[in-house]
């Protein structure tokens, strides 16, 4: 009786099975670069480990001409530093220049006509501002106002020469000369949570977050004149933060339902999306700012991501959205560059990322970063399909030819 013989595997079925778990890497994985805009710089400020940075100054200082100084604030840890004067350079290097302890949760700051620099101080148990000037890269401080009324003040604005100011925890708006001599005007909803303030013409506009609600007032001589003008918003939405978005509109973040809706001066809407596409967690909207160009960036705390939208009249397109430090709040689009920064309060950390993806250019000669980053993630998707379906072609192929 002759021994019974094995069939030897062929070679191809050999190659096949050694190689099958890479190409299964390959069909999972390989989409993941293509369809994530992903920023081509980041960085951390230096030093500034304990910080909860929530603003950002852009530019208040010309003493470098190829680069622009910032302002960086945030609520601190007890006995560190809580505010810090950096510089961004042309090719996005991010170094600290000095900090400076301010003690009381400096959670806002704004710049005034007249260059002094204002803090918020965001107390449970008062409010005050604070006002510095730069001597060379440090700051000074050369003035400070009691504002007896007010508690968790979270946000300031100049307008002219008046400060304006919000207190949230006790719902207060009022408004300082920049001298920072004199309380000038205050008004104090029932029921409110104050959050912003924003001028747009002669008009000002006040953001309530608690009670759902924004207020009108007339300018005259950058305070307010005449009877306020109530503008409801939708139960629950808890409108966080007003930007001018010209042509009669307002772009308005709601914190509360996760919304950001463009307004007509009335305080209706026009038309509304979602700020953040990532389903789950569910977003807490945390600041907005806007390019020259009529490119939209919102920070979405919770999925902690970064959504770019694009102003066309009345409406805004999604271009994209991409992750960044843990809870972003504000950000600020750095002027004449294509840098995007953003302040991440939980993990104490400014993130700086080139728009572009791609050689920086002046804004001018750009379409907006989030454009860029949406075209380049439709030609990745396409290529994906396109290189998924040949691979699975061709493993069938080979499979069946080893038989």
């Not at 190409?23 to 989409?31: H, V």
């Not at 509360?256 to 700020?275: F, P």
Request: proline letters at 8%; charged letters at 15%.
């Amino acid at each position: 009786m002759e021994p019974k013989t094995t069939k030897k595997p062929s070679r191809k079925l050999v190659v096949f099975k050694r190689e099958l778990p890479f190409y299964l890497m390959l069909i999972i994985f390989f989409p993941l670069p293509l369809t994530l805009p992903i920023p081509t710089f980041y960085f951390l400020i230096p030093n500034c480990s304990n910080f909860s940075p929530c603003f950002l100054t852009p530019n208040f200082s010309r003493r470098f001409p190829m680069a622009h100084t910032l302002l960086f604030s945030g609520y601190g840890a007890p006995g560190c530093d809580d505010l810090a004067v950096c510089r961004l350079t042309a090719d996005g290097t991010l170094e600290t220049l000095s900090t400076l302890r301010h003690g009381r949760a400096p959670s806002f700051c704004c710049r005034g006509q007249n260059g002094w620099i204002y803090a918020a101080s965001e107390r449970g148990d008062g409010a005050d501002v604070t006002a510095y000037v730069l001597d060379g890269t440090t700051l000074r401080e050369i003035a400070r106002i009691e504002i007896p009324t007010g508690r968790g003040l979270c946000h300031l604005y100049a307008c002219g020469d008046v400060i304006y100011g919000s207190c949230f925890e006790n719902g207060l708006y009022f408004a300082v000369d920049s001298a920072l001599t004199r309380i000038l005007w205050q008004f104090q909803p029932a029921g409110a949570n104050a959050h912003w303030v924003q001028s747009v013409g002669h008009a000002l506009f006040l953001a309530d977050l608690g009670n759902s609600r924004l207020y009108r007032l007339a300018l005259e001589n950058n305070l307010p004149t005449g009877s306020v003008k109530t503008l409801p918003q939708p139960t629950g939405s808890g409108p966080r933060q007003v930007l001018d978005a010209g042509d009669g509109m307002l772009d308005c973040v709601y914190e509360l339902d996760g919304h950001m809706r463009v307004l007509n001066h009335d305080g209706c809407t026009v038309s509304t999306v979602q700020a953040s596409t990532v389903p789950k967690p569910r977003s807490w909207p945390g600041g907005a700012c806007a390019t020259a160009d009529g490119t939209l960036f919102v920070s979405n705390r919770g999925p902690n991501t970064i959504s770019a939208w694009q102003r066309s009249g009345p409406t805004r397109h999604f271009l994209c959205e991409w992750p960044t430090g843990d809870w972003p709040r504000a950000l600020c689009a750095v002027p004449g560059t294509l840098y995007l920064l953003a302040a991440c309060q939980r993990e104490g950390a400014v993130h700086c990322y080139d728009c572009s993806l791609a050689p920086p250019r002046p804004y001018r000669n750009r379409q907006p970063c989030a454009a860029w980053c949406f075209l380049r993630a439709g030609a990745g998707l396409i290529f994906v399909i396109v290189f998924s379906l040949f691979l699975i072609f061709y493993l069938f192929k080979l499979f069946f030819s080893a038989q």
